[in-house]
């Protein structure tokens, strides 16, 4: 068995995120364009409000989780969780069907990359992976090395960049209003 780095995700948020990102940001560039006869400030208000979008779109459509070779990394938008194989107590599709990781320390941890949903519940994709993290858990690694469940702030580069875009935008449509 392949126990190489895998990275789990429901198709339907690759495709919402592009979705989202595509028209959102050529409304964006295009309020950017109409700004080559001058400072609009209307522009820099739809700029605003496009890359906010595109950045809360992109943090929450970007959750996954992803399979390495002696842990797992539950990305969420804000939080991401680095969980040792060895640390995972259970692994469930829960009540609603979003995926959820008990650890032996009793830390329920909930990914919104498979939080429940109603297609989910005709396609499976919870199921999928709630079995691929189980088998990866029997052909686990006998000592991983890390015994400690991480916390940390999730970095989204291209969100990000889109949320302080939205940021300069907000303000440059405050300060030329004035």
């Known amino acids: 068995m ?13 495709a919402l ?38 950045a809360v779109a992109r943090r929450i459509l970007g959750s996954r989780i992803t399979l390495g070779e002696s842990e797992l990394a539950i990305v969420n938008p804000v939080v991401t969780y680095t969980v040792p194989y060895g640390m995972i ?7 609603g069907g979003t995926l959820t990781i008990l650890t032996r320390q009793a830390d329920e941890i909930h990914s919104t990359g498979f939080g429940g949903s109603l297609i989910d519940h005709f396609v499976g994709s919870t199921d999928r992976a709630v079995e691929q993290i189980k088998c990866r858990l029997k052909h686990r690694p006998k000592h991983s090395g890390k015994d400690d469940m991480q916390r940390r702030f999730t970095v989204a580069w291209f969100a990000d960049t889109c949320g302080v875009g939205a940021l300069f935008c907000a303000a440059s449509d405050v300060i030329v209003g004035m």
């Open 2 to 14: 392949d126990l190489g780095k895998k990275t789990l995700r429901r198709r339907s948020f690759v």
């Open 17 to 54: 995120s592009w979705i989202m990102t595509i028209p959102f940001g050529m409304v964006s560039f295009g309020a950017a364009v109409s700004m080559s006869d001058g400072v609009d400030v209307d522009a820099f208000a739809v700029m605003a409000a496009c890359l906010g979008v595109i």
């Open 89 to 95: 107590a259970a692994v469930s599709g829960g009540t």
